[in-house]
């Protein structure tokens, strides 16, 4: 069974940095693309950042600059490392991976952006 668990968010004050991550079971990450998209309340989701299988990252204008996107294989996983943290990224944060047509998301890691 594929499963992705995100971690690492929560409150942190405007400016400062948080480090996501997705980790993956029942399948090598590797592999495949993976990307983190977000939803505010009331907003629909939106991609944030995506990395290829061979590396290639993209990201949104809105974050261009202040998160970056990578992988740790000896971890199976994908990273979201985020500085100068805005009150607008206030968000649930999803790890998204597609494997055989088949889409996988985890369960959400809120990150609050607040003084």
């Known amino acids: 069974q594929i499963q992705l668990v995100e971690s690492g968010g929560g409150l942190v004050q405007p400016g400062g940095s948080l480090r996501l991550s997705c980790a993956a079971s029942?399948?090598?990450?590797?592999?495949?693309?993976v990307a983190w998209y977000r939803q505010a309340p009331g907003s629909q989701r939106e991609l944030v950042a995506d990395?290829?299988?061979?590396?290639?990252?993209n990201y949104a204008d809105s974050v261009k600059g202040r998160f970056t996107i990578s992988r740790d294989n000896a971890k199976n996983s994908v990273n979201l490392q985020m500085n100068s943290l805005k009150p607008k990224d206030t968000a649930v944060y999803y790890c998204?991976?597609?494997?055989?047509?088949?889409?996988?998301w985890g369960q959400g890691t809120q990150v609050t952006v607040s003084s």
């Open positions: 990395i290829t299988k061979g590396g290639a990252t």
């Open positions: 998204h991976t597609e494997i055989f047509y088949t889409a996988f």
């Open positions: 029942g399948t090598i990450l590797s592999r495949y693309g």
